[in-house]
Nanobody
Framework: QVQLVESGGGLVQAGGSLRLSCVAS????????FAWYRQGSGKQRELVADITPSGTHYGDSVKGRFTISRDNAPVTAFLQMNGLKPEDTAVYYC??????????????WGRGTQVTVSS
């Protein structure tokens, strides 16, 4: 089992920056992918960015503004968000994927952190 806790959300003015963190605990050795998703009010959850052993991938709306990274001590994923826009307002969720014991695939979600960008 892997547990994820996000932090770093808040209220920021347009053009500002925030850095989200997602700390993983539990059986973290098998994590090979971290992803950040977001869900605005009345909208579907969408992929913001992910990081795998092969590299990083970003949604079109955040390319050039957001950067995903990870650290391994402790196992943490980060999302650096620059040039924030009001349309970035959403709850941001962290997701981890990997292979558990006996190579069983798993995924886990955090509870989310609210990001609000004022115009």
């Amino acid at each position: 089992q892997v547990q994820l806790v996000e932090s770093g959300g808040g209220l920021v003015q347009a053009g500002g920056s925030l850095r989200l963190s997602c700390v993983a605990s539990g059986d973290t050795l098998g994590i090979n992918t971290f992803a950040w998703y977001r869900q605005g009010s009345g909208k579907q959850r969408e992929l913001v960015a992910d990081i795998t052993p092969s590299g990083t991938h970003y949604g079109d709306s955040v390319k050039g503004r957001f950067t995903i990274s990870r650290d391994n001590a402790p196992v943490t994923a980060f999302l650096q968000m620059n040039g924030l826009k009001p349309e970035d307002t959403a709850v941001y969720y962290c997701k981890a994927e990997g292979l558990g014991r006996q190579l069983t695939p798993f995924f886990s979600w955090g509870r989310g952190t609210q990001v609000t960008v004022s115009s």
